[in-house]
């Protein structure tokens, strides 16, 4: 499974941004899809988690209320909806896809990330 991330950029704070991560050379409907990020000089940090049908979803605290989660099996896409951007977001977001879980170790395969900065 390729999983490539796209969508991040600049933006203000207080401002949206829509990831998307598209999956290549396996269908992706049968694993959990999730969002991690990294900020500079900081640990990896869990996002959010969407399970293999779309029905069930977890998030971080951090962004609970902010942040949706989805996917579209029939186009092998997950999405990441961000509104209400705050200066701590800024990190570079990765898409993951594995089993249902909010630990980094439960994910098999892992796109390159994209960089999300929010600025004052």
């Known amino acids: 499974v390729q999983l490539q991330a796209s969508g991040g950029g600049l933006v203000q704070a207080g401002g949206s941004l829509r990831l998307s991560c598209a999956a290549s050379?396996?269908?992706?409907?049968?694993?959990?899809m999730a969002w991690f990020r990294r900020a500079s000089g900081k640990e990896r940090e869990f996002v959010a988690v969407?399970?293999?049908?779309?029905?069930?979803?977890y998030y971080a605290d951090s962004v609970k209320g902010r942040f949706t989660i989805s996917r579209d099996n029939a186009k092998n896409t997950v999405y990441l909806q961000m509104n209400s951007l705050e200066l701590p977001d800024t990190a570079v977001y990765h898409c993951?896809?594995?089993?249902?879980?909010?630990?980094?170790?439960?994910?098999?395969?892992w796109g390159l990330g994209t960089q999300v900065t929010v600025s004052s």
């Open positions: 993951a896809a594995g089993h249902y879980s909010h630990i980094s170790r439960q994910y098999d395969y």
């Open positions: 050379g396996h269908t992706v409907g049968s694993y959990a």
């Open positions: 969407v399970s293999g049908t779309g029905r069930s979803t």
